[in-house]
């Protein structure tokens, strides 16, 4: 087959713009890729300023904010290891535990990449605050799966009376799992609060076959909250009860 000399010239002109802009594409691409990652840096480097901030909403913002980075938020690790000596002494104590209480919890989800922040997380395993003492049990674990778990003080927490404080006990027990089978008699008791049921079925149900003594009072709940047939009935607590019991074997 003859070619008009033109029709290739012109073939050949088409396919070269098409490389060109191909390539101009790429470049622009690959530059607003790299825009994007400085002003994500330029980000966490003003979140990690904050944390200093003498307005602890200000810094209790910034480590909410690094958190939901989670591994991305490595750079942040020795601003927040910072926070966890803070001088908390004197007035603004209570704000200023905030302060150190979601260091900690960013340190934990940022995870293995702050390792650094082992041992300093270990001492605040002695803080005066309960909830405090629970976040850091948990970030442990977010860093080193393989640590063995404070499950001392979470079943220490479960014995407040204050909910909010039996609420991270739970998340941190359901967190550790199998590990945390000698919590088991102090998440039963949870089973008798409205409130906390649900979450206490699933933190059973994670550690799994090791909470077969839960199958009584968790079988028991379950006939209870199935015959209730008005608006008080909890679905939610049904759903977790019997996938607690699949779980344990019951």
């Not at 087959?1 to 050949?12: E, G, P, S, T, Y």
């Not at 994007?36 to 904010?65: C, F, M, N, P, T």
């Not at 395993?125 to 309960?130: A, I, S």
């Amino acid at each position: 087959m003859v070619v008009n000399k033109d029709i290739a010239l012109k073939i050949c002109a088409v396919l070269a713009l098409a490389v060109a802009l191909f390539v101009v594409f790429d470049l622009v691409y690959e530059s607003e890729e790299e825009a994007a990652a400085a002003s994500a840096r330029r980000r966490l480097e003003r979140r990690i300023g904050k944390l200093a901030s003498e307005d602890w909403e200000v810094s209790v913002k910034a480590a909410i904010d690094i958190a939901n980075l989670g591994p991305a938020g490595e750079p942040a690790v020795d601003a927040l290891i910072a926070q966890l000596s803070r001088d908390v002494e004197g007035e603004g104590k209570k704000e200023r535990n905030l302060v150190r209480r979601h260091a900690v919890y960013a340190l934990g989800k940022i995870g293995p990449a702050a390792d650094d922040a082992i041992e300093p997380i270990q001492e605040v395993l002695e803080d005066d605050d309960p909830v405090t003492r629970i976040w850091a049990v948990q970030a442990l674990v977010r860093i080193d799966p393989e640590t063995e778990p404070r499950v001392d003080i979470l079943i220490e927490a479960l014995g407040y009376k204050d909910i909010s404080v039996r609420s991270n006990a739970i998340g941190g027990i359901e967190l550790v799992g199998a590990r945390g089978v000698a919590a088991v008699p102090g998440l039963i008791e949870q089973l008798a609060d409205p409130e906390l049921r649900r979450h206490a079925a699933r933190a059973l149900g994670r550690i799994g076959p090791g909470a077969r003594e839960a199958i009584g009072p968790l079988a028991k709940l379950l006939r209870q909250e199935e015959s209730i047939r008005d608006r008080r009935r909890d679905d939610a607590a049904i759903d977790a009860i019997k996938e607690a019991l699949e779980k344990i074997g019951g």
